[in-house]
């Protein structure tokens, strides 16, 4: 059970500063502050990151758990619920899913599809913050940013095992000259699902609900030792031993596939993508899990 039940401590300085009004308690190192200064905080960034591998407890805000970032305007709720569109759909705040209002120490959130949440919060240190379900007793732990310093790429790197299965197939678009010929030329279709993966032979701008899938398999990423802008793919094919790949991200609807073996680069776009707004549809699929790759002691073989 949480203890201690104040919002807290230096994040809040530049807001006393231009407070018309507080109401101050000093216990220990912990201050309790007032209805506006609860609310300053939370509008003090445009963004607040949902760092899902650092919540504690066994019970879930299931908007928390689906959403990358929240974003909390004048009343508003906002939230990216998805990867693809990040940055852009509703100028970086995402998409409009509740109302909030302040009490001290505590946000109260009507959300459209999940209801009333009294969360309280903490300030942690001057960008993060802690907001606790007493309910369930579960803590979301969230970093903030500006939308104009908030490092997109480090989301979509983090996140990927989400991103590459927000479409329903991702179609080969450019195939380099370089490189030898193997038997993954062939290949011209990928799907990502969470427990495996399926390709298809079938020939480009087919329709996506017309697939045929060659195969099914096994899949993995990992993360590269010392190098948080790559990510490490492999494919595990019964007819030929596992392919091995630099996945790239280049924008949110094309990933780069490098194929060290044979020296070939690969590009592949989204198609049919799985868009998570407010309605219920597909929320259980979507909701984050605490996770991390296995990590791959390599060196990247494309040049930069």
Known sequence: MKTIKLLTGYFLLATLMVSCYADVIIEDDFIEESTFNTDQVLQSFDLWYVDINATQGNGEVPFLQRAFTVSFDRGI???????????????????????????RGI??????????????????????????????????????????TFDYDMVFYDNINY??????????????????LNDFDDENYLQFLPSFFRSSLDTPNTNVSNLQWDFEGDYEVYDIQGDSSLKALT???????????????INDSTIELYHPDSGTTYEFRGRGYQEYLKSAKGDDSKKRIKSSNPTMNVQRKKLK
């Open 77 to 103: 709720l906002y939230a990216n619920n998805n990867i693809v569109g990040i940055g852009k759909t509703g100028g970086g705040y995402g998409i409009d899913v509740g109302t909030f209002g302040t009490l």
């Open 107 to 148: 946000v109260d959130i009507d959300h459209d599809i999940d209801g009333r949440w009294a969360l309280e919060v903490f300030a942690i240190n001057r960008n993060t913050i802690e907001l606790y379900d007493a309910r369930s007793d579960t803590s979301y732990f969230l970093k903030g940013y500006q939308t104009n």
């Open 235 to 249: 494919l595990d094919y019964d007819f030929f031993s596992d392919d091995y790949f630099e996945l790239y991200v």
């Open 163 to 180: 991103f590459i299965q927000e479409y329903d197939a991702w179609e080969k678009i450019y195939t380099s000259e370089t490189g030898a």
